[in-house]
């Protein structure tokens, strides 16, 4: 009877997670290097202070309107899908414009793109107002032929004028800076949260035994160095083919916007937060898998040729970077 009793307790502790064992050293020492090293995403994205609900719903409206493509075949959403827990890419290796025609980089996500330092692959782009404007007015992807065409083509639709009002009411112009400007609120909604900021918060059974093995082969083979911080890159720019070139060298990156030698084939760093969703990766969608891509950059960043596994285990972390809400 006893020895009954004492194995009822036993079960009764476990279940209620009573007498446990706790994280190892080691787990509690990589949270706190995951910690120092990344840290988490600010509950706000920069500028969001005035952003109202009428402007964000003015500008969410605006993102997926085809409208502001020249013949009507194409929105924001088209290259950056945010639907049906897609990872804010269209998936392929360059989008395409409203002529079907090819452009010549890779579509970044726009999850998270507000926390971004500057836009674009070359940082042409400051911030994300100047970013929609460059979409819609770009003759290969949204190919609006000027502002007073956009202008003019969104207020002659019916409503708009009303939701200009409602979002702008000191300027309720429709104008294009108030469209991009409406454009960026709505994406400044789009921040991610995943298994990786349980993680750090002290939730160790978040991350099971190979992903924590990949993060630590993450950080110990120096893949840190370019990302890193809160969005595990996106804050500075990087030669594609540091130790080892690149086999494209058609695109030269940076040079294309500044001149300067020093800037050919300079990318900015993408954000690693949702990859497992964005394939194709780099900046001309070479890469068409994850696995390829972590075997790639540790060769052509890093001048390592890493084992299969220690892919497997990175390929696992990065899989913890994905939005919760978009886990397929």
């Known amino acids: 009877m006893i020895k009954y009793k004492i194995t009822t307790l036993l079960l009764a502790l476990s279940f209620l997670g009573i ?11 990589l949270i706190k290097k995951g910690k120092s090293i990344f840290g988490t995403l600010p509950q706000k994205m920069p500028g969001s202070e005035n952003d109202t609900p009428e402007l964000i719903a003015l500008g969410k409206k605006l993102y997926m309107d085809t409208a502001l493509s020249e013949n009507n075949t194409r929105s924001c959403n088209t290259c950056h899908n945010i639907l049906d827990k897609n990872g804010g890419v269209d998936n392929k290796k360059t989008s395409l414009g409203v002529s079907d025609q090819n452009g010549d980089r890779n579509s970044p996500t726009v999850l998270n793109a507000g926390f971004h330092a500057v836009q674009f692959w070359d940082g042409r782009a400051r911030d994300l107002n100047a970013l929609a404007k ?16 956009v202008e003019d083509k969104i207020s002659a639709i019916e409503g708009y004028r009303e ?6 009411p000191d300027s ?24 990786f900021d349980e993680f750090i918060a ?3 059974k978040a991350f099971n035994e ?20 809160a969005l595990f890159g996106g804050k500075m720019f990087m030669k594609m083919g540091v130790v080892n070139p690149y086999e494209n060298m058609e695109d030269t990156g940076k040079f294309k916007v500044t001149g300067q030698e ?6 900015k760093v993408p954000s690693l937060r949702n990859v497992a969703l964005t394939a194709p990766y780099y ?5 068409p898998t994850l696995e390829e891509a972590v075997t790639q950059m540790a060769w052509l960043q890093l001048g390592k040729k890493i084992e299969a596994e220690d892919v497997s285990n990175i390929v696992a972390f990065l899989n913890t970077l994905t939005d919760k809400e978009r886990v397929k």
């Open 283 to 287: 900046h001309d969608g070479g890469a």
């Open 262 to 267: 020093s800037d050919k084939y300079i990318f």
């Open 172 to 195: 309720p112009k429709v104008s294009i800076d108030n469209i991009a400007i409406a454009i960026s609120a709505f994406e400044r909604t789009l921040r991610t949260t995943d298994k």
């Open 210 to 229: 190979k992903e924590q093995k990949g993060l630590e082969t993450f950080i110990s083979n120096g893949c840190i160095t370019c990302h890193n911080g």
């Open 163 to 168: 939701l200009f009002e409602k979002a702008f």
């Open 134 to 149: 460059s979409h819609i007015l770009n003759k290969a992807e949204m190919a609006m032929p000027s502002e007073k065409a």
């Open 19 to 29: 007498g446990n064992c706790g994280p190892s050293e080691k787990t509690l020492d």
């Open 202 to 204: 002290g939730n160790y």
